[in-house]
């Protein structure tokens, strides 16, 4: 199991970046997939996460409705896209998959696999 994450960078507040993860090893129709980030200085938290089986989808309050967590099974790939991009979502961003399936897994001690991270910067 493997996974790539790509697409960060630097961009204004107010901007817009998309975050891929490229996927090998499985297929993203089975349990979940997720988005975490962690700032300097601070835990690891969740951003948004997916539940491959059922498309159910969560997001973090600080980006809901800014943040767009997507897949294409098809390119082995899972998406965020993120709006509105805010000086603190500064971060590396982390690419997760877990083998939790009775419910969606929101926290990263739930998520076995992970890539490495990408980091984003939002400065003027």
């Known amino acids: 199991v493997q996974l790539q994450a790509s697409g960060g960078g630097l961009v204004q507040p107010g901007g817009s970046l998309r975050l891929s993860c490229s996927v090998s090893?499985?297929?993203?129709?089975?349990?979940?997939v997720g988005w975490f980030r962690q700032a300097p200085g601070k835990e690891r938290e969740g951003v948004s996460c997916l539940s491959t089986w059922n498309d159910i989808t969560h997001y973090s309050d600080s980006v809901k409705g800014r943040f767009t967590i997507s897949r294409d099974a098809a390119k082995s790939t899972f998406y965020l896209q993120m709006e509105s991009l805010r000086p603190e979502d500064t971060a590396v961003y982390y690419c997760?998959?877990?083998?939790?399936?009775?419910?969606?897994?929101?926290?990263?001690?739930?998520?076995?696999?992970w890539g490495r991270g990408t980091l984003v910067t939002v400065s003027s």
């Open positions: 090893g499985f297929l993203l129709d089975r349990p979940a």
């Open positions: 997760a998959k877990s083998d939790i399936s009775l419910y969606i897994p929101t926290s990263p001690a739930e998520y076995e696999y």
